[in-house]
């Protein structure tokens, strides 16, 4: 897992890891031209294998229906479908990483909020929040992708 030393301090990995551990909610936001997202996404996910957790790859058509409770998902957000569905399982106990890219944190979660406005959630803030455990912001630095923030919302 030594391909991370370069885009993260040690300390904000080893939150991401314990976050894995704890099968939280963890979205990591890519700012267009960083490359990180999917190797980030993989040594957590390399983490979580380790700890016997299996990730499936989220597909929105297959999860349409699904309740979520207890379920692992990496997902791609690449589509308002993915996003609506996605934040759904998570809302009803499944957990995982989530990829998307965005300028910004508060970008990123602005346009996660207007899309499950669009899908009756009323609070969407709200839901967003509490639905969302890390938010992980990689950016092109000189480039290099490297981690510039991580926010936990929920321990």
Known sequence: MTE??????EKSFQELLKAVEEKKRILL???PGAHGLTTMAMALMMRGDEEGLNYELFDADLMRNRQG????????????ADIQILLKLWAHGASGIAAI?????EDA??????VMKKSGI??????VNC???IICMIENEN?????????VLHH
Request: aromatic letters at 10%.
């Open 29 to 31: 936001i890519g700012a």
């Open 101 to 105: 890219y965005g300028n910004s944190i």
């Open 131 to 133: 639905t969302i455990d």
């Open 109 to 114: 979660t602005a346009w996660i909020e207007a």
């Open 122 to 127: 009323k609070e969407a803030e709200a839901f």
């Open 69 to 80: 409770e207890g379920e692992l998902y990496f997902a791609q957000l690449k589509s308002t």
């Open 4 to 9: 991370h030393t370069e885009m993260i301090n």
């Open 143 to 151: 480039g290099t992708s490297v981690v510039k923030d991580v926010v």
